[in-house]
Structure formats: C-alpha cells, structure tokens
C-alpha cells in the first residue's frame, strides 16, 4: 500500500539542526510530490514547503527561507526535510505528505509525524 | 499572501446538520480540500477539489465553493465527526491552510 514512513523523535538544543527522513513506498516516488507540515501540540496546520523528487525543485514557505531545506535520495525513495536555527518555536510534530500541484491533489498520504523538541 | 479564515468552533447537535466555513478572497476561484483531524491522529482529506469526496468518506459530508467562502457540510452528525477541520488552498506556488475548525457534537 502506499505508504509514507519517518523518523523518529528528536530532541535538539536551540541554535541546532535537524534532519528528519520520509519514505515512500507503494509508489513511484518521483511521480508525485513531497510536502512538509507541521504542527505544533493544540495548534492548526502550518505548510513549509514542498519539493519535487523528480526534478529536485523546492519551493518554501516565506516564513521557513533561509532556514529549511529539502532534499531527496531517489536510489532510495526517501525525502529530507532539515531546519536549522532551531528555536523553542519551533517545537512541533513534522509531517511529510504526498500531493501533486499540477492538478492540485489533496494530500494523501501523510507520514505518521516526528516529533521535534526543542530545549535547552 | 493568501489566508484563510475558519471559526475557531462550531457545534452541532447529534443527527443535525454543520457547515464549517471557510473564507478567503476569490475562494471561489479555487480547488479547496477539506481535511478532518482527530485527536492523536494525522489528517485525512474528506472533501476534495471542493466537492468531491473519497473513497471511503461517507455521503453525509459535502462541500460547495463560491464567492469568497468555502462551506464543509455535514448532515446527520454523529460523534465520531468530533475533530479539527481544516481548508486548504493552493495560490501562488504555495499551499495555505485554513487556521482549523473544532467540531464539537452535543
């Protein structure tokens, strides 16, 4: 079944980076894009980007420029999102979600979610 | 850039009918999705590209789209739709998202 899978929890001091994977399988990864969500506990839903895993093509939210990026290893079906700065904010569930823009599918399916904590 | 307003609430009594808005300007112009989220769990679209719905979704939830607002029915409410609805859009290379409706059922 088509299936997106993570990484697990990560705990970071402010000031750090981290790196959180999305596999696809069930699919042909680079037919569809990768999304980035996030959301933090009892907060909505904040889109950060998405990337083409084709082309390699990102586009990012304004509020995250500078401090994400995107990325993809085709040999292995598998996305990247990497934010760094990391600040007490920024604490939040990451989810990945499969969509494609050109003709606007809604998101589905999405990754189970990683947990990033941010503290000191 | 684009936003989207959702009422940060609404209710519904058990069997009765909620429509969840959704604001935006030219919204009408727009694919919307619909998402519902409930707790501990990651989203699941049940309305798509305004008005259709997935595999899946019950017939009891629709949408419709016009002029600056999105609308989510949901007829015969039940208390398993208690959960956080949002809208999504995309606009200018970028995909929005509503700030979520909470469904409460009485």
């Known amino acids: 079944q088509v299936q997106l899978v993570q990484s697990g929890a990560e705990v970071k001091k402010p000031g750090a980076s981290v790196k959180v994977s999305c596999k696809a399988s069930?699919?042909?990864?680079?037919?569809?894009?990768i999304n980035w969500v996030r959301q933090a506990t009892g907060q909505g839903l904040e889109w950060m980007g998405w990337?083409?895993?084709?082309?390699?093509?990102?586009v990012y939210a304004q509020k995250f420029q500078g401090r994400v990026t995107m990325t993809r290893n085709t040999s292995i079906n598998t996305a990247y999102m990497e934010l760094s700065s990391l600040r007490s904010e920024d604490t939040a569930l990451y989810y990945c979600?499969?969509?494609?823009?050109?003709?606007?599918?809604?998101?589905?399916?999405w990754g189970q979610g990683t947990l990033v904590t941010v503290s000191a | 850039s684009y936003e989207l307003t959702q009422p940060l609430s609404v209710s519904v009594a058990l069997g009765q009918t909620a429509k969840i808005a959704c604001v935006g300007n030219?919204?009408?112009?727009?694919?919307v999705h619909w998402y519902q989220q409930k707790p501990g769990q990651t989203p699941v679209v049940v309305i798509y590209?305004?008005?259709s719905r997935p595999s899946g979704i019950p017939e009891r939830f629709s949408g419709s789209n016009s002029g600056i607002t999105a609308t989510l029915t949901i007829s015969r409410a039940q208390v398993g739709d208690e959960a956080d609805y949002y809208c999504?859009?995309?606009?200018?290379?970028?995909?929005?998202f509503g700030g979520g409706t909470k469904l409460t059922v009485l």
């Open positions: 979600a499969r969509g494609d823009i050109i003709v606007e599918r809604p998101y589905d399916p």
């Open positions: 069930g699919y042909t990864f680079t037919s569809y894009d």
């Open positions: 990337m083409n895993p084709s082309s390699g093509n990102t």
């Open positions: 030219n919204i009408g112009r727009k694919n």
């Open positions: 590209k305004d008005g």
């Open positions: 999504q859009v995309w606009d200018s290379s970028s995909w929005v």
